[in-house]
Structure formats: C-alpha cells, structure tokens
C-alpha cells in the first residue's frame, strides 16, 4: 500500500508564504504524476497544481499561477508546493495525490492515493 503524508500547513498572514511536503511511501512507488488539490469549507475540492515526473511538465490553475511552485524530488517520492503572496481565498485543506493521469492533470479521479490533508489557513 502506498501512503501519502503531507506537511508544512499553518497559520499565515495574507501576503506571506508556507511550503506544503508531501512524502510518499509504500511498495514500489512509480506513480506518474504528483499533484496538489484544495478544499475549502462548503465548496468542492479543486485542482490547485501538478508535475508529471518524466516530462518535468507541471499545470497550475490560474489562480495560483505566479504565486505558487511545485517542486519534487522523484528519488525521494516527494513534492512540494511553495506558496506565496497568500490571500485569504487560499484558505482550504490542501492535499496531495499521486497517480496515473491521461492528457490532463486537473481530474482528481484520475488520482489513485491521496494523503490525508493539511489545513493552511491565511488570515486577513
């Protein structure tokens, strides 16, 4: 079984910044992709960012284009989302995802695991 673990969630000020990690572990991990979705209270869970490990090719939705990066390590199994400029609309519980997507990353079903959510709240 694979398992996803994020970190790096908190508490912010609008206009400052946090760094999200998400390790996986497991058996044999090759997924494809790594990517970062959200889910703030009351809405559905969206597409925020995602890299495709052999291309390097990564797709962010624009609201976060220009503030937030995605980064991995593909020895380590591991992705980061550096966030920055942080509005207070970013507030959500942010998950990472790993899996086998077709043409687009942005469909979270095409998602196989999925780890347990950090919560990132920014404040006003």
């Known amino acids: 079984q694979v398992q996803l673990v994020e970190s790096g969630g908190g508490l912010v000020q609008a206009g400052g910044s946090l760094r999200l990690s998400c390790a996986a572990s497991?058996?044999?991990?090759?997924?494809?992709?790594m990517g970062w979705f959200r889910q703030a209270p009351g809405k559905e869970r969206e597409f925020v960012g995602a890299i495709r490990w052999n291309s390097g090719i990564m797709d962010y939705t624009d609201s976060v284009k220009g503030r937030f990066t995605i980064s991995g390590d593909n020895a380590k199994n591991t992705v980061y989302l550096q966030m920055n400029s942080l509005k207070p609309e970013d507030t959500a519980v942010y998950y990472c995802a790993a899996g086998w997507p077709a043409a687009t990353m942005r469909r979270s079903t095409d998602y196989n695991y999925w780890g347990q959510g950090t919560q990132v709240t920014v404040s006003s």
């Open positions: 497991g058996r044999t991990f090759s997924a494809a992709a």
